[in-house]
């Protein structure tokens, strides 16, 4: 068995001990008063996972850079809603994921693009049959299998596996009961086999 | 081929994945995983592939996003002056600048008088004579006027740190800027042009007066100014390029508004 990621990832540190959280909280708090600084440290902490998220969601860097700018700019106008409830990273995520999830849906729209849903997915355990074939997974070809899959999904396999959020945080960030963050994560596991296979 | 996974074996087999399969579930599954193939396969390919995506690199956000969130920013007053804001008058500047003169004179002193004194009480101690605090041995005098050329040159040493730290944001903003430069209508470039020259200028000007006159606080204060309004305009004209790139019309007219009012 793979050992767990979860023990090992940053995102442990996410979520976070209260000390943590307080931090968070005098860092928003100077950050709402109009500290440059303080601003950037947020960004120089967060930036890296949301902006991996987001070339991986988006499947180009160019668009990335400017939802992530977006991003930064929106959180920084939404400082007073946040509340500590939920971490910052995960509130990060959350604001960031909608802004693209929204961008994505634009995208499809104007170019008359139909996205398949889950539901329409064929059986994938059946197709999944050809396997691995005890080959390792490449990276790039796993990058590329990624931008196959339905957005939803792959957003929820991006924050689970990727970024190792656990599926309650994915649950969160994507407005999703915990069951549904499971469905979507196996689902794209079970695809990926097959875009691999 | 591998024979194929059974249905109802494959969500305990995801959750063996995710590491939140219970004990006795595990079992089971491990039983199960001894005598199908089909199941043992979809397994390791599914943790190969969460191994993998785990293992994916995680991608830096050039600085140029960085550059233009806080353009945008400052362009849409919501930072605090103090921080990016061109300094429109220079008392806030001249008082920081008294500041940092003061701290380092005071600090200067007390760590290069440390020394004469020190040396002053062990000379004392070789020679069996007490260290007399209201005498001031020849040594000390000396170092005290030592001590005011090693202020001064550690206050100059400050400024070219500072100068050099504007030096290297301007050059690295210069460089954003080139990166996407095609992206700029030429009218609006040449407006930015123009403004860039006249920093320019000033900065040549101000670092003219500063080399004739190094201990000039006046002159720092103009060169200093003129390298943060180099940096607030490289910054807007960052921003600037990513709004037309997007073809935000509204953030361009708020933006080159904001220049021109420079």
């Known amino acids: 068995m793979a050992p767990s990621k979860i023990t090992v990832h940053p995102s442990a540190a996410r979520s976070g001990a209260p000390a943590d959280r307080g931090a968070e909280l005098t860092l928003v708090e100077r950050c709402r008063q109009g500290d440059l600084g303080a601003f950037e440290e947020l960004y120089r902490a967060h930036s890296g996972r949301l902006f991996s998220l987001l070339c991986r969601m988006l499947g180009n860097p160019t668009d990335a850079e400017d939802l992530l700018q977006d991003a930064f700019l929106a959180a920084h106008r939404k400082l007073d809603t946040f509340r500590g409830e939920s971490s910052l990273g995960t509130w990060l995520y959350r604001l960031t994921t909608n802004l693209c999830l929204d961008h994505l849906r634009s995208r499809a729209a104007r170019t008359s693009q139909v996205t398949d849903t889950l539901d329409d997915e064929p059986r994938l355990a059946d197709q999944a049959s050809r396997g691995l074939a005890e080959r390792a997974v490449n990276r790039m070809d796993l990058e590329r299998a990624l931008a196959q899959l339905p957005e939803g999904c792959r957003a929820a396999f991006i924050l689970h596996d990727v970024e190792g959020l656990e599926h309650r945080e994915v649950g969160e960030v994507l407005g999703i009961a915990e069951g549904t963050s499971k469905s979507q994560v196996h689902k794209a596991r079970l695809r990926l086999r097959a875009l691999l296979g | ?262």
């Open chain 2, 1 to 262: 081929m591998a024979s194929l996974p059974c249905s109802d074996h494959t969500a305990a087999i995801q959750e063996m994945v995710d590491g939140t399969l219970g004990a006795i579930r595990r079992s089971e599954l491990e039983l199960h995983l001894d005598q199908c193939d089909g199941c043992r396969a979809l397994l390791k390919d599914l943790q190969r592939i969460r191994d993998a995506a785990g293992s994916l690199d995680r991608l830096a956000p050039p600085d140029r996003v960085w550059l233009q969130v806080a353009g945008r920013l400052r362009q849409e007053g919501r930072i605090r002056a103090a921080h990016t804001r061109p300094v429109t008058s220079r008392r806030p500047y001249v008082l920081t600048a008294l500041a940092a003169t003061l701290l380092l004179m005071i600090g200067g002193s007390v760590l290069f008088l440390l020394p004469a004194t020190r040396g002053a009480r062990q000379a004392a101690t070789a020679t069996g004579a007490p260290a007399s605090p209201g005498v001031q041995p020849a040594a000390q005098v000396q170092g005290n006027a030592a001590s005011k050329d090693a202020v001064q040159e550690g206050i100059e040493a400050e400024f070219r740190l500072a100068e050099q730290h504007y030096q290297n944001a301007i050059t690295k903003l210069e460089e954003a800027a080139r990166s996407s430069e095609d992206s700029i209508d030429p009218q609006t470039a040449a407006m930015l042009q123009k403004n860039l020259q006249v920093i320019d200028q000033a900065i040549a000007e101000s670092s003219a007066a500063m080399r004739s006159e190094p201990t000039s606080v006046t002159a720092r204060d103009s060169l200093f100014d003129a390298l943060k309004r180099k940096v607030a305009l490289l910054q807007d004209t960052i921003a600037l390029m990513n709004e037309m790139r997007k073809g935000n019309a509204a953030g361009v007219a708020q933006l080159v508004d904001g220049v021109n009012k420079g």
